[in-house]
């Protein structure tokens, strides 16, 4: 059955779709992807200042916008948003777009800050893997990114992104106003609305 799930119905064991069947089951596993919650941050995301790289569409819209970067040199914010779960490709983005930029000799022009709720660059969501936290500090100062921890953004602007930096309490120890001609942020990942 090809069709978009409008509501569950655990009493029933039913699932209800968008255009009026429905389905019984005996067992129901949900593998649904995430919701890609832009929505949470005002700003956030290909339809505000941000982009991403979470669809093959925002991709491509990415690299459209990563041209326009090149012939424009500008900073960079780059990382996750605050609920993020899933970390490694913020990095992964961060270390391509740096490769790209040294190979076409614009690096230098070009500052980039890593923002991210994690406690500590390298903790992934996880506490860390392994070395996880020397090895990415060493590679973030050797590919001179700067990073924010414990970040909050509170909202994303054309060329600037308002994020409030955190002690591991929750409280506000500093305001940042970062300049951007590029970012990719990723954000919360949420369930679908029917679950």
Sequence with gaps: VIATVSKVKPADNT??????????????IIATGPRLAFDEIEGLGPEGFTNSICHIDHAEKACDNWMQLIEHPAPIVVGAVQAASCFGPAYEMAFIMDAD????????????????????IGHLGLDGVGDSKTMLEAELRKHHIDWICNAKV???????????????????????????????MLPAFTGIDAV
Excluded: W
Aim: charged residues 30%; hydrophobic residues 35%; aromatic residues 10%.
């Design 101 to 120: 930029l040294r190979k076409r000799k614009i690096r230098d022009k070009i500052p980039m800050t890593f923002v991210t709720p994690e406690p500590f």
């Design 154 to 184: 509170e909202k994303v602007e054309a060329g600037v992104m308002q994020v409030i930096e955190c002690d591991e309490n929750g409280a506000e120890i500093k305001r940042h106003a970062l300049p951007f001609g590029y970012s990719m």
């Design 15 to 28: 699932l209800e779709f968008a255009d009026g069947n429905s389905l019984e089951y005996d067992h129901l």
